[in-house]
């Protein structure tokens, strides 16, 4: 059974670089079927899309983060990563990894990992 | 690249049926049959319930069932039951490699 696994700092000061790491078990991030997603939700409020990654990386982001997020992969680790820079308040709340199938016949994010509470502060 | 609209709020009886409603544009989802749904408890992961509009997951229950018309999509519950009150997400594909997500409706079983 595929489960996915955020981990990283819970409290980031303002300006600096939001860094997370989504590790994958019982299944390869290899997979030639599907991406690899980071979706986040601020405290109270809806969920919204970051961005989208490929194994070979080909990546995919919200227009909106675009100039401020990297998402990499670390396949001989099975895990991939969110890099947010220059964080304020608004960038709080948890994220969420996901496996993410887009093809030209479905779309869906799942499963999904259980989340990691981020607080932007100083 | 807007939210998509739900209403913040639907409720029903137990054994009831409700609909909730997910309104884009033609560039998402009235553009592409890959709006997908999730349902959401408290502190918990969002889970897949519906996926290219209509499909749903092995393991989900078959009260759950999705549609779409024009750029409106909708999620169906029928035979409500009190442990079916979560938050739901819609979610569709808006184009150029990117996906937008609705803003949830908190569902109330009364």
């Known amino acids: 059974q595929l489960q996915l696994q955020e981990s990283g700092p819970g409290l980031v000061k303002p300006s600096e670089t939001l860094s997370l790491t989504c590790t994958v078990s019982?299944?390869?991030?290899?997979?030639?079927?599907?991406?690899w997603g980071w979706i986040r939700q601020p405290p109270g409020k809806g969920l919204e899309w970051i961005g989208s990654?490929?194994?070979?990386?080909?990546?995919y982001y919200n227009p909106s983060l675009k100039s401020r997020v990297t998402i990499s992969v670390d396949t001989s680790n099975n895990h991939f990563s969110l890099k947010l820079s220059s964080v304020t308040a608004a960038d709080t709340g948890v994220y969420y990894c996901?496996?993410?199938?887009?093809?030209?016949?479905?779309?869906?994010?799942?499963?999904w990992g259980q989340g990691t509470l981020v607080t932007v502060s100083s | 690249q807007s939210a998509l609209t739900q209403p913040a709020s639907v409720s029903g009886s137990p054994g009831q049926s409700i609909t909730i409603s997910c309104t884009g544009t033609?560039?998402?989802?009235?553009?592409?049959?890959?709006v997908s749904w999730y349902q959401q408890y408290p502190g918990k992961a969002p889970k897949l319930m519906i996926y290219?509009?209509?499909k749903r997951p092995s393991g989900v229950s078959n009260r759950f069932s999705g549609s779409k018309s024009g750029n409106t999509a909708s999620l169906t519950i029928s035979g409500l039951q009190a442990d079916d009150e979560a938050h739901y997400y819609c979610?569709?594909?808006?184009?150029?490699?990117?996906?937008?997500f609705g803003g949830g409706t908190k569902l109330t079983v009364l």
């Open positions: 996901a496996r993410h199938a887009t093809t030209v016949t479905t779309d869906w994010f799942d499963p």
């Open positions: 019982g299944g390869s991030i290899s997979s030639i079927s599907y991406y």
């Open positions: 990654m490929f194994y070979s990386g080909t990546t």
């Open positions: 033609g560039s998402d989802v009235g553009g592409y049959n890959y």
């Open positions: 290219d509009v209509t």
């Open positions: 979610c569709s594909y808006a184009g150029s490699n990117t996906w937008v």
